[in-house]
């Protein structure tokens, strides 16, 4: 990339965040090689990224949306109340009306699937540092589409907790009980907790049923 690029008059600083390492690795490589671009920390949970932002105050922080302690969305809203001025492009391989819906909401300024080209992530940071917003190619298809359109009403999905939103999209993926409490540091008698209640707040009464459900409201592809 080219150190003059227009608009850029000093290095951008970014925070990268994601629970797998060797996402954090080739990110940081990625953007090694944009003259204009700067690493300064890392974050493999979403309280580590608001801690981390916190001291470092990053210009852009790469937010993945399924975190450890605490989800990707609402990392993203407690860093822009501590950082009201940071830059929050997400970085994730769902791109559900849903997910992007609520990421957009919490505050992300840009949203990149993770299928999508290094390039792509390159032109997101850039583009959220001068002030504009981003949406990968797939994103913008969404919203074409009216997945995002309000007017259609409240989803039946506002009726979930945050937490609840997060066990029921790790379990409509295929993750067992015991994958759900490991990755977001839950026993597993309250992962089946959260998933009765959201079976009880969305009058379903198998898993058959819930994923049925998922696949209706654009939370996973049917």
Request: proline letters at 4%; hydrophobic letters at 45%.
């Amino acid at each position: 990339m080219d150190s003059e690029l227009p608009g850029v008059s000093r290095t951008v600083r970014v925070l990268l965040v994601d629970d797998h390492c060797i996402v954090l690795d080739g990110l940081t490589l990625l953007l090694g090689r944009q003259r204009y671009m700067e690493v300064v920390g890392t974050a493999t949970t979403g309280k580590e990224a608001v801690d981390v932002a916190a001291r470092l105050k990053p210009d852009v922080v790469v937010m993945d949306l399924m975190l450890p302690e605490l989800s990707g969305v609402d990392a993203t809203e407690r860093i822009l109340s501590i950082l009201p001025q940071a830059h929050i492009v997400v970085l994730s391989v769902s791109h559900t009306s849903e997910h992007v819906f609520r990421a957009l909401r919490a505050g992300a300024h840009g949203y990149v699937v993770k299928e999508a080209a290094g390039v792509e992530l390159v032109r997101a940071i850039t583009a959220v540092f001068l002030g504009e917003r981003y949406l990968s190619p797939l994103i913008t298809k969404l919203l074409i589409r009216g997945l995002l359109d309000q007017s259609s009403g409240p989803s039946p999905l506002e009726r979930l907790s945050g937490r609840e939103r997060e066990v029921l999209h790790l379990t409509v993926a295929g993750s067992t009980s015991a994958e759900i409490a490991e990755h977001l540091s839950l026993s597993r008698r309250t992962v089946d907790t959260y998933r009765s209640r959201v079976m009880e707040k969305l009058g379903v009464q198998d898993l058959t049923t819930l994923i049925r459900f998922a696949i209706e409201h654009a939370m996973v592809p049917a």
